[in-house]
């Protein structure tokens, strides 16, 4: 179970910095809108991922019989929140 969450964080992770990378780098050097496709895409598979990692935090310290540490915990929780928000923000804007 805990393999399976620390997949899932690497996942929204990688996802988050795609999603910053064409945000911030792609508009300097090209305007099309394939990119814009890209960053949306990356922003709803990480927020479908960080949802997923979200739900299994309190799977994972059932699960364990040591806690995950606090610092990892909350790394994730962040982590996984950023694209939910930034998904959220983006359709009400």
Same mark, same amino acid.
């Given at each position: 179970? #805990?393999?399976? %969450? #620390?997949?899932? *964080? #690497?996942?929204? @992770? *990688?996802?988050? *910095?795609?999603?910053?990378?064409? =945000? @911030?780098?792609?508009? /300097?050097? &090209?305007?099309?809108? =394939? %990119?814009?496709? *890209?960053? !949306?895409?990356? /922003?709803? !598979?990480? &927020?479908?991922?960080? /949802?997923?990692?979200?739900?299994?935090?309190?799977?994972?310290? $059932?699960? $364990? $019989?040591?806690?995950?540490?606090i610092g990892i915990v909350m790394f994730a929780i962040l982590i996984s929140i950023a694209p939910i928000v930034a998904f959220i923000s983006r359709i009400l804007?």
């Amino acid at each position: 179970m #805990t393999v399976g %969450w #620390t997949v899932c *964080l #690497t996942g929204v @992770l *990688l996802c988050d *910095l795609v999603a910053v990378m064409v =945000h @911030l780098v792609v508009p /300097l050097f &090209s305007d099309g809108i =394939h %990119w814009q496709v *890209l960053e !949306s895409l990356m /922003l709803f !598979s990480g &927020s479908l991922i960080g /949802l997923f990692c979200l739900i299994l935090i309190p799977v994972v310290y $059932r699960v $364990r $019989r040591v806690p995950p540490p606090i610092g990892i915990v909350m790394f994730a929780i962040l982590i996984s929140i950023a694209p939910i928000v930034a998904f959220i923000s983006r359709i009400l804007m």
